[in-house]
C-alpha cells in the first residue's frame, strides 16, 4: 500500500510529460497550423518589386505622351486596315511608264499639268511605280505635284499614304500629310477630322486644318461651325481666316452676318481678317473698315501692313476700274504705331509714278 502511493505521483510526472511532448509533436507537424503561420507575412520583396514595375510603367507612359521632342513631330498615321490595298496580283503598269515618256516630248509649259494628272492615276493603282516617277519631277513641279499624288493616295489608302508622307523631308512631310488627309476627307469627313483634331498643335495640325478648310465641300458656314468648336490655336485661327476670306468674295453678305453675330474674341479676328482679304479686290474700302475693326492689335497691324504694301496694286486698278472704296485717304490716316510713315510714303510713291505713265 505505501509502494503503490509512492509510485503514484512518479507515474502522473511521467504521463504529463509524455502529454506535453506529444502536444508539441502534433502542432510541429500540423499543416493548419504551419500555414496558419506562414500565411500573414508575404514577401516584402516580391510585393515592393510588383509596386515598382506598375509606377515605371505608369511614369513611362506618362513620359511618351509630354515628351516635347515626340509631340507633333512624329504624329501616328491614321489606322485604316479596312482601306488597306489587298495582294490583287501583279498590274500590268507599262503603259504608265511609256506615258510618261511621252510626257518629256511636250513644250515645257504643257509639261506640268499631264506629268500631275498621270501620276494622280498611277500612285492609285501602283504607289510604288508613281513614287519612283516622282523622283524624277523637276524640283520646280515637285511640291505641286507632291501634294496630287498625296492627296489621291489619301482617298484610297490613307494609312499607307500618311505612313509615306511622314517619312519625307519636313517641309514635304508637312505638305504631304496635309494632303493625304484631304483626300481621306473627301471620302470619310468623320473620320479625316477626328484625326486633324487629335494631333498635337504644331505644323501638321496647322496645315492639315488649313487644308481641311480650304477644300471643304459644302457651306462655308458649316466649315465655320465646325472650327469654332476647336481649341484655340493656330492651325484653327489659320483655317478659319481661309474659309472667310473665300466665303468674302463668294457671299460677303452671308459672311459679314455670321462676323456680326459671333462673340468677340480669337475667332471673330480671324474671321474678320479672312473677310478683309476676300473683300480686298471686290471693295478694297470695306476690306479696310474690316481690318479696323480687328480687336488684336498684332492681327490688326498685320492686315494693315500687308493691305498698305499691296496698296499701290490695288489702288491703280481701282484707279482704272472705277471700284468703290479708294483707299488714299484712309491710309494716310493710319496710326504710325500700325503702319509706319516710311511704308506708307515709299507705297504712296509707287501709286504717282504708275499712275503718271
Known sequence: MNHSSNSLPLVLGLAAGLGVVAYFL?????????????????????????????????????????????????????????????????????????????????????????????????????????????????????????????????????????????????????????????????????????????LEPGPYRTEILKSLAANWAGPPRSAAEWLGTLQDGAGRNQAMSSVFSVWGRTNPSLAEAWVMQSPHGTIRDHATLGLSRGLLTRDPGKALRYAQQIEDTGVKAMQLRSMVNDYARSCISCHHSGKPGCLRGPVTDLPNSLVPAQQKSRVFNIVRRNLNN
Open 26 to 198: 502534433l502542432i510541429k507537424n500540423d499543416p493548419v497550423q504551419q500555414t496558419q503561420v506562414r500565411e500573414p507575412t508575404p514577401n516584402p520583396d516580391n510585393s515592393q518589386s510588383s509596386q515598382q514595375q506598375v509606377g515605371t510603367t505608369i511614369k513611362s507612359n506618362t513620359g511618351n505622351s509630354t515628351n516635347p521632342s515626340q509631340n507633333q513631330l512624329t504624329p501616328n498615321p491614321p489606322k485604316r486596315p479596312d482601306l488597306k490595298r489587298g495582294s490583287e496580283g501583279t498590274t500590268d503598269t507599262g503603259h504608265f511608264t511609256t506615258q510618261l515618256q511621252l510626257i518629256e516630248n511636250l513644250p515645257t509649259n504643257e509639261q506640268y499639268a499631264a506629268r500631275r494628272k498621270l501620276l494622280i492615276e498611277w500612285v492609285t493603282v501602283d504607289p510604288k511605280g508613281a513614287l519612283q516617277a516622282l523622283e524624277q519631277v523637276p524640283d520646280d513641279h515637285r511640291a505641286g505635284t507632291l501634294s496630287a499624288i498625296a492627296q489621291a493616295w489619301g482617298k484610297v489608302e490613307p494609312e499607307a499614304a500618311a505612313a509615306w508622307a511622314l517619312k519625307l523631308p519636313k517641309d514635304d512631310s508637312v505638305r504631304a500629310l496635309a494632303a493625304s488627309v484631304t483626300g481621306w476627307f473627301q471620302v470619310d469627313r468623320v473620320a479625316a477630322k477626328s484625326y486633324a483634331t487629335e
